[in-house]
T-cell receptor, first 114, second 108 residues
Framework: DTAVSQTPKYLVTQMGNDKSIKCEQN?????MYWYKQDSKKFLKIMFS???????INETVPNRFSPKSPDKAHLNLHINSLELGDSAVYFC?????????????FGPGTRLLVL | KNEVEQSPQNLTAQEGEFITINCSYS?????LHWLQQHPGGGIVSLFM???GKKKHGRLIATINIQEKHSSLHITASHPRDSAVYIC??????????FGAGTILRVKS
């Protein structure tokens, strides 16, 4: 069974559209994260949630809104997509928020905005 | 300047060579991670270090907290080791701050 899954795997869309990426983990973890990997392959934290509560919100445009319906799911909604949003988005999870806890990554969602 | 610096950016080695990738960080941390990103894009955690040294198979990771430096070594490298190796430090809330990665290619 896949530990951290993301859907869709690929997403091609037009500028200005609104889209969502879903993430689910079956590890029983309390904490989930969204990371963005840009065209230079550099990874950066966007958000993290612990037990459905927002813990980390880096300087991400308001067009990005995470939603955690339960602690096994963390979805990412993106409004008014821009060309610069093209990237690979990785979801991850860890048991808690203690520094150093191992994070388990999803396979990534490759978003291309045309 | 990034909080986490890796070197080299690119590394090509012959099969069997001993490989070292270095990571320096500028912030006080309690944990450092080494991650591997496969050519297909998936990311897996290799090590979490808070002190000393860890070994797993042909991979060895060391950290010197005083010098704010860590190294990842690969012994008897193999073409299947070709991947991007990423150093990351854990900060508040266990968020990871990443280095830019080292692209390793091992030729047979």
């Amino acid at each position: 069974d896949t530990a951290v899954s993301q859907t869709p795997k690929y997403l091609v869309t037009q500028m200005g559209n609104d889209k969502s990426i879903k993430c689910e983990q079956n590890l029983g973890h309390d904490t989930m994260y969204w990371y963005k990997q840009d065209s230079k392959k550099f990874l950066k934290i966007m958000f993290s949630y612990n037990n459905k509560e927002l813990i980390i919100n880096e300087t991400v445009p308001n067009r990005f809104s995470p939603k955690s319906p339960d602690k096994a799911h963390l979805n990412l909604h993106i409004n008014s997509l821009e060309l610069g949003d093209s990237a690979v988005y990785f979801c991850a999870s860890s048991q808690g928020t203690v520094e150093g806890e191992t994070q388990y990554f999803g396979p990534g969602t490759r978003l291309l905005v045309l | 300047k990034n909080e986490v610096e890796q070197s080299p950016q690119n590394l090509t080695a012959q099969e069997g060579e001993f490989i070292t990738i270095n990571c320096s960080y500028s912030v006080g941390i309690s944990a450092l991670h080494w991650l591997q990103q496969h050519p297909g894009g998936g990311i897996v955690s290799l090590f979490m270090l808070s002190s000393g040294k860890k070994k797993h198979g042909r991979l060895i990771a060391t950290i010197n907290i005083q010098e704010k430096h860590s190294s990842l070594h690969i012994t008897a490298s193999h073409p299947r080791d070709s991947a991007v190796y990423i150093c990351a430090v854990s900060e508040y809330g266990n968020k990871l701050v990443f280095g830019a990665g080292t692209i390793l290619r091992v030729k047979s």
